[in-house]
């Protein structure tokens, strides 16, 4: 938002100069002078809000599309660096990723997914509903609240919530504590 800021900032200098230069050229306000460059300051803030504010945010992301992102996270053969940069403070994770593992193992016939709706919380956080149902069977389905955070310009999942979502498996990892 410092951009934004910025940008607002010379807007008004720029509207307050444009004023000065109207009053010191008259006799008098001129009052249609004074709203046009009220009316040009508004409209070059309003644009440059919008130009911002649509690249500091990518677009809300599917709840299909933040599932295969948590499967991703828990695929074996995606290098750990790629792993880890999928997660708020992933390198925390990096020495749990062969804990992650186990916890897949010992649980094979586990069904995960993140289900709709997907809500943006217009804080740079995304929330969603992640089901568990760990033996697959259907009788024993959890559900939990995730979010994903807004770093540089990708959305990860939160580091609470993944150690959230590990504890809901019955599964206990040192990156959690």
Same mark, same amino acid.
């Given at each position: 938002?410092?951009?934004?800021?910025?940008?607002?900032?010379?807007? &008004?200098? @720029?509207? $307050?100069? @444009?004023?000065?230069? $109207?009053?010191?050229?008259? =006799?008098?306000?001129?009052?249609?002078?004074?709203?046009?460059?009220?009316?040009?300051?508004?409209? =070059?803030?309003?644009?440059?809000? @919008?130009?911002?504010?649509?690249?500091? %945010?990518?677009? /809300?992301? &599917?709840?299909?599309?933040?599932?295969?992102? $948590?499967? +991703?996270?828990?695929?074996?053969?995606?290098?750990? =660096?790629?792993? &880890?940069? /999928?997660?708020?403070? *992933?390198?925390? #994770?990096?020495?749990?990723?062969?804990?992650?593992?186990?916890?897949?193992?010992?649980?094979? +016939?586990?069904?995960?997914?993140? &289900?709709?709706?997907? #809500?943006?919380?217009? !804080?740079?956080?995304?929330?969603?509903?992640?089901?568990? !149902?760990?033996?697959?069977?259907?009788? @024993? $389905? +959890?559900?939990?609240?995730? %979010? #994903?955070? /807004?770093?540089?310009?990708?959305?990860?999942?939160?580091?609470?919530?993944?150690? *959230?979502?590990?504890?809901?498996? !019955?599964? +206990?990892?040192?990156?959690?504590?």
């Amino acid at each position: 938002m410092p951009t934004t800021r910025f940008a607002r900032t010379a807007l &008004t200098a @720029a509207s $307050i100069l @444009a004023v000065a230069s $109207i009053a010191a050229c008259s =006799s008098g306000p001129d009052e249609a002078a004074v709203d046009v460059a009220r009316s040009s300051a508004n409209a =070059s803030l309003s644009s440059s809000v @919008a130009v911002s504010s649509s690249a500091a %945010h990518p677009p /809300l992301p &599917t709840a299909a599309e933040l599932d295969a992102q $948590i499967k +991703r996270a828990l695929d074996p053969s995606l290098p750990d =660096s790629e792993r &880890t940069a /999928l997660i708020e403070d *992933g390198e925390v #994770f990096k020495d749990a990723i062969p804990d992650m593992y186990k916890a897949l193992q010992d649980n094979p +016939r586990a069904v995960y997914g993140v &289900t709709d709706p997907v #809500f943006d919380n217009r !804080d740079g956080t995304l929330t969603a509903t992640m089901r568990l !149902d760990k033996d697959g069977s259907g009788s @024993a $389905i +959890r559900t939990t609240v995730v %979010h #994903f955070v /807004l770093i540089d310009g990708k959305w990860k999942i939160s580091r609470t919530d993944l150690c *959230g979502i590990l504890r809901s498996a !019955d599964y +206990r990892t040192a990156a959690c504590g």
